[in-house]
């Protein structure tokens, strides 16, 4: 499939693909993730791509309508000069209802866009939006590429819908010429799930070895925030899911706030726990030691990662919908050379095995734990080479090269 002959052929007529990018949340809103900087660089390459998005954050902070109308953006997210066009349809804003209405207007903006667009390649994330785009795309003989970064119908709100979402989730991977996965992990669970073998392929999630550079120096934000030179930082980024296990190391940071009052926890995100988090510090005053800072502009994580000696990543390690993935904020910790604590996730360890920078433990509890045993064994610095060692070849102007060699094959297959 990625044959030599196909790359040269497609060089030689110096063709763009026309790439429409469905998925199920927001494009604009939601930390970057693989889509966004592949997407903004095969924009740089030549390539035109497209975005169907979906306001997922409309309960929290969406505007207060009954019915959104469709809106039309231009985003550059990540890199200059990167326009796409972020098209998000209108939704009826009731719970449950507002599924029901995109089956009617996610459909017809799909057709426009194979009308208008005349997509060479459709890439699905999620369940919904790739079903619809993936039906209309078989009619109008439009290659599918479905992307799978996670257990995609474990994230749905409601668990009553989680089992058709579960069944419209492996129509996805059946029907699709060509899944990918961002890790092991999930390429075996997109078999499980009735991807076949032979259409499934791996490309691991990249880093911006510029950005991500481990001589930046994180002074600012250490400054900003009030933390001292001699302050030991863990540091967490990312969505706060009440499964992300932060709670339970604030809790037990609170138990040896006293003998250790030098250790402090960076959150940088919004999320579900925020407010959990909030009430946390206040209980158990803790407001010298966790530090809230909330979403912060992408541009600026580099910043933070460098205020920090420790990462974390103490999610439940029973959590189902983090058996087998593997967040990209893993490998831009390490790209900075940061030593990881993380729980004993499945596909963590599948990807970074051991004596790689990342330092498992059972449970989110014990995350401080070893965070202070690294700091007394005086460890940090070795483990953070390590780390450093291991995603350097992670670059993602590589990544994205593979990537379009990948779609490549499949639009002229």
């Not at 058709?164 to 129509?171: A, D, P, Q, R």
């Not at 296990?245 to 030098?262: C, F, R, T």
């Amino acid at each position: 499939m990625q044959g030599r002959t196909l790359e040269e052929d497609f060089r030689k007529k110096e063709e763009v693909m026309k790439i429409l990018i469905v998925q199920d949340t927001d494009w604009i809103r939601r930390n970057p993730i693989q889509h966004n900087h592949l997407a903004e660089r095969m924009v740089l390459r030549g390539h035109e791509v497209r975005v169907i998005d979906y306001e997922i954050l409309w309960r929290a902070e969406g505007k207060r309508e009954l019915f959104s109308k469709r809106q039309v953006f231009q985003v550059s997210r990540i890199l200059k000069d990167a326009n796409h066009i972020v098209i998000r349809p209108g939704i009826l804003k009731i719970p449950v209802l507002d599924y029901v209405s995109m089956f009617f207007t996610y459909k017809k903006e799909i057709k426009r866009q194979i009308q208008e667009f005349q997509p060479d390649i459709i890439l699905g994330d999620g369940i919904l939006t790739p079903y619809l785009a993936f039906k209309l795309a078989r009619g109008n003989k439009i290659k599918t590429v479905y992307y799978c970064i996670d257990r995609d119908y474990k994230l749905i709100p409601f668990k009553f819908i989680q089992p058709v979402g579960k069944i419209l989730e492996s129509k996805n991977m059946k029907t699709a010429n060509l899944v990918l996965s961002i890790n092991e992990g999930l390429r075996e669970y997109t078999i499980r799930m009735g991807a076949n073998p032979d259409k499934t392929y791996v490309i691991r999630a990249g880093i911006d070895t510029q950005s991500f550079d481990p001589r930046i120096d994180g002074k600012v934000a250490r400054e900003k925030y009030g933390i001292k030179d001699d302050d030991i930082v863990l540091f967490f980024m990312g969505w706060l899911y009440h499964f992300s296990g932060l709670k339970e190391v604030a809790i037990e940071l609170s138990k040896i706030k006293e003998k250790n009052p030098n250790i402090k926890l960076l959150i940088v995100g919004d999320g579900d726990a925020f407010d959990d988090l909030q009430k946390i510090r206040e209980r158990y005053h803790l407001d010298n030691q966790v530090i809230l800072t909330g979403k912060q502009p992408y541009d600026k994580i580099p910043e933070f990662i460098a205020s920090a000696d420790i990462c974390l990543l103490p999610a439940y390690p029973t959590e189902k919908t983090m058996q087998d993935i593997v967040p990209i904020k893993m490998y831009e910790y390490m790209a900075m050379r940061k030593p990881v604590i993380a729980t004993k996730l499945p596909g963590i360890m599948k990807e970074f095995g051991d004596d790689n920078g990342v330092i498992y433990v059972s449970k989110s509890e014990d995350a401080l734990k070893k965070a202070v045993e690294l700091i007394e064994t005086e460890s940090i610095e070795k483990e953070g080479r390590k780390a450093r060692k291991f995603v350097e070849n992670n670059d993602w102007e590589k990544i994205t090269e593979e990537f379009e060699r990948v779609l490549e094959s499949v639009f002229r297959k």
